[in-house]
């Protein structure tokens, strides 16, 4: 078994998937979690053909009971859990006026909701970390949508306020205890969930995902003296 694990969500593509082969590098057991099975099950393999220590657990993240599923199952495999990344997330746009509540709760169930319950279902895990080692570590992915507001993001602007407002709170509970926390707010990162704006914004134009990997693997090296409350990421010449 692995000296040290990690929890990835959203990790079936994109940012999640770089960050799980990331920590798979560093000689981590990574759980991956996603919604889909047969998505997740192919980044996990390909992961695994690669040599890393990864299994998975789908999982719909807006659902309480399947969040405690993936934390029972990752408990029972490796023991500890020394790096939660909440990385499952959902960006919906529309007009102020015309806000589905649908549409809306998934957002907020999801890019915001389901990171309060991982931290609370993981933390037993984490305070053991952090009382072995003095560097455990939560990184909430949430936009640079979460420093500035966003028409047409607005659901999605507030739930990534939230995240950074909610990793801020962790810091403040958590740090003097081992745990440190920090939030990630991208700009426009080439993955599925930016292909809305494509069209308008070419992918090589685009944050790489291992461009945000490369910043967790940053906050693993870091001693345990040093939090770094927030990362941002924006693109050459955008405005902050």
């Not at 000689?27 to 220590?53: H, I, Q, S, W």
């Not at 990864?54 to 719909?60: E, L, R, S, T």
């Amino acid at each position: 078994m692995p000296d040290h694990a990690a929890i990835v969500t959203g990790a079936s593509s994109g940012i999640g998937l770089a960050i799980a082969r990331m920590l798979g590098e560093e000689g981590y057991g990574v759980t991956m979690t996603a919604r889909r099975p047969e998505k997740l099950d192919g980044a996990v393999a390909g992961l695994a053909a690669d040599g890393l220590e990864v299994h998975g657990v789908a999982a719909n993240v807006a659902e309480e009971s399947e969040i405690q599923n993936v934390v029972s199952a990752h408990s029972e495999r490796y023991g500890r859990l020394d790096v939660l990344v909440n990385n499952a997330g959902v960006g919906i746009g529309a007009p102020l006026g015309e806000i589905q509540t649908k549409r809306m709760d998934m957002q907020l169930d999801i890019n915001l909701r389901s990171i309060i319950i991982f931290c609370r279902e993981c933390l037993p895990m984490l305070q053991a970390a952090g009382a072995e080692h003095k560097n455990a570590l939560v990184v909430n992915t949430a936009s640079i949508a979460g420093k500035r507001g966003e028409g047409w993001l607005s659901v999605y602007a507030a739930a990534k306020h939230g995240v950074v407002g909610w990793t801020q709170s962790m810091i403040k509970e958590l740090s003097p205890h081992g745990i440190k926390s920090t939030a990630l707010c991208p700009a426009f990162v080439d993955t599925p969930m930016t292909d809305f704006v494509k069209e308008h914004v070419a992918p090589e134009e685009m944050i790489r995902p291992e461009d945000i990997a490369e910043s967790v693997r940053f906050l693993l090296r870091v001693s345990p003296a040093c939090v770094v409350p927030e990362v941002l990421f924006i693109r050459p010449g955008d405005q902050l």
